[in-house]
């Protein structure tokens, strides 16, 4: 897992309009990047929702909301269709940036132990590091609290 300070490690991923996204051309700008496990579940739904709701908030703070989930761009898109979503979503099929981030571990469910996303959230500065981490987030009151730690940064 990355830590406060360190430099944001780049990436390029596609979103749900199959568009690229890439880290370098968001320089300038405050990110949070949440990764989340996957699409159109309870948890997940609420994550997006919060952050949707939030999204003109963070704008007038200067910042982009990206969430990052293993799911298809197609996946992204009908999340987004089904629950009216105004933020952006990127799909690391590959899993490669979730790796970079250290947020692909193994999880236990049910006595299962399987690789998955843990839930976490990074907050990056205009200058590419991280400015503040959420590690094993819970949805409740997750993207207040992240608006919260942007406006004291600021």
């Known amino acids: 897992m990355l830590n406060r300070g360190d430099i944001a490690p780049a990436f390029s991923l596609p979103n749900q309009d199959n568009v690229e996204i890439s880290l370098r051309d968001l320089e300038g700008k405050w990110v949070v990047l949440y990764f989340y496990p996957k699409d159109n579940t309870p948890g997940c739904t609420s994550e997006a929702c919060d952050f949707t709701e939030a999204l003109p908030?963070?704008?007038?703070?200067?910042?982009?909301?990206?969430?990052?989930?293993?799911?298809?761009?197609?996946?992204?898109?009908?999340?987004?269709?089904?629950q009216n979503l105004e933020i952006t979503l990127l799909s690391d099929e590959a899993k490669e940036v979730a790796q970079n981030y250290g947020v692909w571990q193994m999880k236990k469910n049910y006595g299962k132990e399987y690789m998955g996303i843990v839930r976490s959230t990074f907050l990056i500065d205009p200058a590419g590091k991280i400015a503040q981490v959420w590690s094993n987030v819970k949805v409740k009151e997750h993207a207040n609290a992240v608006k919260e730690a942007l406006v004291s940064l600021q």
């Open 57 to 82: 908030a963070f704008e007038d703070l200067n910042a982009v909301i990206l969430g990052i989930s293993p799911d298809s761009p197609k996946s992204h898109q009908n999340f987004i269709l089904k």
